[in-house]
């Protein structure tokens, strides 16, 4: 494991960020994808780079929402996003840690920082989903007292979703 050489900040995403993220984004998915469905990662990849992750600050700026990273110096170590789900709800996207710089708080640090701008945002809720690949993030959810809404089969791939029948965990938070 790398040693953190800077305390974390996290940050408003800027076009400098974008090949740090647009790497980070790939190399966790790839890292996620079991080896029967590394063709189908690799098509949601493309997906995501061309609809989203690929184009950050068009993306959420068209939809009111907001992109942070989190650095150790100059280096992206952590990423997510924020977007309006409902009137009340801002829903938490495209949170992931550099594998290298895991179990070290980032993602909890990161997902403190989301909830607060919820708040600022006069937002009472944040809502969010994950897949069953991503076990840790399963945990930090519920540890950080989300709630499980519901639980899906994903089918259709999408920006959002990789489909291929990987089941979805979809959590909210009451702020």
């Known amino acids: 494991m790398d040693q953190l050489e800077f305390p974390i900040i996290i940050r408003p995403f800027t076009e400098e960020d974008a090949e740090q993220v647009r790497l980070l984004f790939v ?7 079991p080896p029967h469905m590394a063709e189908a990662f690799e098509q949601y990849i493309a997906v995501s780079l061309n609809e989203e992750t690929g184009q950050i600050s068009r993306y959420y700026g068209r939809r009111q929402g907001g992109f942070w990273v989190a650095v150790d110096g100059k280096k992206v170590v952590g990423m997510f996003g924020l977007e309006p789900s409902s009137s009340a709800g801002m829903e938490l996207r495209r949170m992931y840690v550099d594998p290298e710089v895991r179990r070290r708080g980032i993602a909890r640090q990161m997902l403190r920082f989301a909830e607060d701008e919820c708040r600022k945002r006069s937002c009472p809720r ?29 089918v259709s791939p999408s920006n959002k979703t990789l ?3 990987i089941r979805r965990f979809h959590f909210t938070k009451e702020l």
């Open 27 to 33: 190399r966790v998915n790839r890292l996620l994808a």
């Open 163 to 165: 489909g291929g029948g």
């Open 126 to 154: 944040i809502d969010l989903s994950t897949s069953e690949l991503q076990r840790e993030a399963l945990s930090l959810y519920r540890a950080s007292e989300y709630r499980l809404v519901r639980e899906e089969v994903a």
